[in-house]
């Protein structure tokens, strides 16, 4: 099993500087993999950052979270098409970074919406994905769609919600990528959501209740792990959490980071992977145990 971490827990990832000192912090903990976030390619050596990975022996990943101004389910169509080139955009950053997939929640605006979406809010954005999908599977660049809470997106947030999306793009190169922080608020059986979606998952997040160190909340990790080893995943288990120095003021505020969940960025990268590694190692014993 490969264990990943997010650049936020060490910074922003916005510029080349910021990337190359998160990616070496990350492989001394001992992480396999680490997470972009989208970022402008203006700012980033690209293919630096991608010499950098190889020679460091770690693995990227690319992600990418929508501003309003480019919700892809929109009823504007200008905004719906500006939201689908930052898409292509991000695709073509993640094919040239050497990742082979991009997560997020790329299928809406990243946002507190105050309206119900409407069927055609629906239908607009898988037109949208399913053109981005067919783009980044050119690439080699699978995707992975972020089912996150309903205070920050109002298209889907369940398993049960993102099956029905994929079918109707009809499209092999669309997975779902889930994150225990939003199951935990919106899925009534975590292990079960994880069973429904088996081999659809493309990518997975391990978060807390409150975003902070693994084991602090109040999410059973027993039944997520022990649901993993049970569909035969074996792609990526990443951390994701956030404190007030990781992320900019518009993530910020959609993710409600309104304090420091911990002060040490490395020591937080150690207890995650320790707790993941011995999270995923009980979960093997259990169900050899069973056989």
Known sequence: MKFGVHSFVWNDAQDTAAIEYGMERARVAGYDFFELPGFDRKRVDVARIAKTAESLGIELGASCGLAPEFDVSSDDPAVVAAGEAVLNEAVSIARDVGSRGMSGPIFSGHQKYRVMPTRRNWDTSVAVLTRVADRAKAAGVALSMELVNRYETNLMNTVKQGLAYIRDTGSDNLFLHIDTFHMNIEEGDMGQAIRLAGGRIGYFHVGESNRGYLGSGSIDFAPVFDALVAIG???????????????????????????????????????????????????????????
């Open 233 to 291: 995943y074996q792609k990526v288990i990443s951390v994701e959490a956030f404190n007030t120095q990781g992320c900019g003021d518009w993530l910020k505020a959609i993710c409600a980071i309104w304090r420091e969940n911990w002060t040490d960025a490395d020591a937080f990268a150690l207890t995650s992977l320790d707790f993941m590694r011995a999270q995923w190692d009980e979960a093997q014993r259990r169900a050899a145990a069973y056989r």
